[in-house]
């Protein structure tokens, strides 16, 4: 309980980080729900209302006279009744965490399923350009069109080292003319160390 000066406040954390607070002086009750896909934080659901209270013996007398009841009968049923009490509320929150959280995972999966279904179509485009031509180049452009679908990359580069020991481009995407002529020689600098 954290007294703020005018209200208690009740706050309970959740499992999948939603926060429920309670104003227990007003009977409003608060959440938030965040929203995560692939680690990264999209939204926040929040939502609130009200607490019920429970009638007090006049007003249950005054309901009971309007509407031809016997008022014994009617405490009793209010009595049983537990809408808007504080635990139906808190489960209430704690279902839609859990149904977000659930929709989110759907949506992860059938992304997941999406993307293995191009990967999987971009390797057989590739694997039959392969094997109906002959011409290296265009096998490469393949090659390179392809890794850039299939890794989601902004640039790509396929170079081949030639008779000479050089490493030249032999086809690319996404890269500058400077880069392009670029040639490296195995054991000069960093990257002829590494070739």
Known sequence: RIPD?????????GRHGEVLV??????????????????????????GGLLAR???????????????LDAAEL????????????????????????????????????????????RVQVLARVGQVVTDSLDLGRVMEVVVDSIGQVMEVKACLVGLVDDDGVLRNRASRGLGREFLALELVAGEGLAGAVL
Not at 5 to 13: K, Q, S
Not at 54 to 68: K, N, R
Not at 89 to 102: D, E, H, M, N, T
Not at 105 to 112: N, Y
Request: net charge neutral.
């Open 5 to 13: 000066g005018r209200l208690d406040v009740v706050r309970r954390t």
């Open 22 to 47: 309670e104003e227990t002086a007003t009977g409003r009750l608060r959440f938030n729900v965040p929203l995560f896909f692939r680690g990264e934080h999209l939204a926040t659901v929040s939502g």
């Open 75 to 118: 405490r009793r049923a209010v009595a049983e009744l537990n809408v808007g009490d504080r635990d139906t509320c808190y489960a209430a929150g704690q279902a839609i965490a859990s149904l977000l959280v659930q929709l989110v995972a759907a949506v992860e999966h059938r992304l997941e399923a999406e993307l293995q279904a191009r």
């Open 54 to 68: 429970p009638m007090s013996g006049t007003q249950l007398e005054s309901l009971a006279a309007s509407a031809g």
